[in-house]
Each structure stands twice: as structure tokens, then as C-alpha cells.
């Protein structure tokens, strides 16, 4: 199975897996243990059928921050870590986050290591938006954070030009708004839900901005290659 296929699977189990829980609302901590288990085959598998040699340090702290969402995962639903502990562990991940792409850049980074990251991020943000929004209960909105990036997955499938990159002010962008979505969903442990369903509301809106601007570059591409 290409690796084309494999994302797009993931794409789809990663939108289905956390709507389960609006169809058996009693049984949330079952289906985080599905979204757990799911994502523990995923990314096992995606990492060694990739058959990632020499091992790169940047990639196991990378997976590290993984690990960290699994068991935030299945912990908070057991109610035995306080908000400010949760916090300040979202937060320390997002630091690896930092650190894992200096040490990337020192040891020679990877295309594997950039899409390893980039998966990883993405389901990051899947989880505690999905924690978020069934254990903090914030509305269903809060799960665009974690869907989006899956969403347009589908779409800029069939858009994306073979070998396009982003334009440095896109990926500065992209890259801002992802570590900010991080830290609203960090901040939402010790803030008013009302603070937090403002600050979510136009952040969202700025990560939809993110989406459809990629969506324009890639269709401006399509036509300059066309005309040629």
C-alpha cells in the first residue's frame, strides 16, 4: 500500500474515529481508547514501513510529543490530573515541538522527518480538541482544530502539484497558527469558558484563512503549469 493511500485511510479514520462519540455519548472513554489504539497501529506502522535509517533524535522526540496526547488521552477522563498540570504539559510538548526542529536542523533534516512532524502535529491537535470538547465540554465547533487539517486533506489531494512548496510568508502563516491553536487549547485549562469560546471562535477563522490560502496557492500554481 503506497503511502497515498495510507494518509488517505488516515485521513478519513481520523474524521470518523471522534465523531463516534456523538453517536454513543456514554461511552466517550471507549472510543479514546479507540482513538488511542488506532493511532498507536497508525504511526507504528507509518514510521517502520518507511524503514527510517540512520535513526534521526528529532524523530523520537517528535514521536515523544505523541505519547504525551495518548496519555492525556486516557487519563483525563479518569479525572486524576488537575487543569494546571494538564496545561503546562501541553505546553511542554509544544516546547519539544521547538526543540525537536532545532535538533532536525543540527543532525541534517529529512523529508520523512518533515512529514513525520506534520502528521504528528495533526493529531495532536485532533486529541485535545477532541478532550476539549467531550471532557471540558466546549461545543462541537472546537472539533474543527482537530478536523481541518483532514478535511482539506481531500481537497488539496486532487489540488496539490507534484514538488510545490509554500511561499515563505504561507508557511510562516501556517506554521504561527498551528502553535497558536497548541497554546489556545493549552490556555482553555485555566481560562473562562467564555475567554476561551472568543478566542477559539477567531482563531478558527484565521486557521480556515490558513486552508483556503494553501487552497489558492495550489490552484495558482495549477495555472502557470497549465499555460506553459
Not at 33 to 50: D, H, M, P, Q, R
Not at 55 to 72: M, N, W
Not at 76 to 88: A, E, K, N, R
Amino acid at each position: 500500500m503506497g503511502n497515498n493511500r495510507i494518509f488517505t485511510l488516515h485521513a478519513a479514520l481520523s474524521l470518523i474515529l471522534p465523531l463516534l462519540a456523538f453517536i454513543v455519548p456514554n461511552l466517550h472513554f471507549y472510543v479514546s481508547l479507540g482513538i488511542a489504539f488506532y493511532a498507536l497501529i497508525f504511526f507504528s506502522y507509518f514510521y517502520f514501513y518507511n524503514q527510517i535509517k540512520p535513526y534521526k533524535p528529532a524523530d523520537g522526540i517528535t514521536a515523544f510529543r505523541l505519547v504525551i496526547a495518548l496519555v492525556l488521552l486516557v487519563t483525563i477522563p479518569q479525572d486524576i490530573l488537575s487543569p494546571v498540570f494538564v496545561f503546562f504539559i501541553i505546553i511542554f510538548a509544544e516546547i519539544l515541538d521547538g526543540l525537536d526542529g532545532i535538533i532536525a536542523r543540527k543532525t541534517g533534516p529529512t523529508k520523512f522527518g518533515a512529514v513525520w512532524d506534520m502528521e504528528i502535529d495533526a493529531y495532536f491537535i485532533l486529541i485535545l480538541s477532541f478532550i476539549t470538547v467531550f471532557y471540558l465540554n466546549y461545543p462541537w465547533w472546537i472539533l474543527g482544530f482537530g478536523f481541518m487539517r483532514y478535511l482539506f486533506y481531500f481537497i488539496f489531494y486532487f489540488l496539490k502539484p507534484e514538488g510545490a512548496k509554500f511561499s515563505k510568508s504561507l508557511s510562516h502563516y501556517s506554521k504561527t497558527i498551528c502553535v497558536a491553536t497548541v497554546l489556545l487549547l493549552a490556555l482553555i485549562w485555566i481560562i473562562p469558558i467564555k475567554t476561551g469560546l472568543i478566542m477559539g471562535f477567531i482563531l478558527l477563522a484565521l486557521l480556515v484563512i490558513s486552508f483556503l490560502w494553501e487552497s489558492a496557492f495550489y490552484i495558482s500554481i495549477r495555472s502557470k503549469t497549465r499555460k506553459r
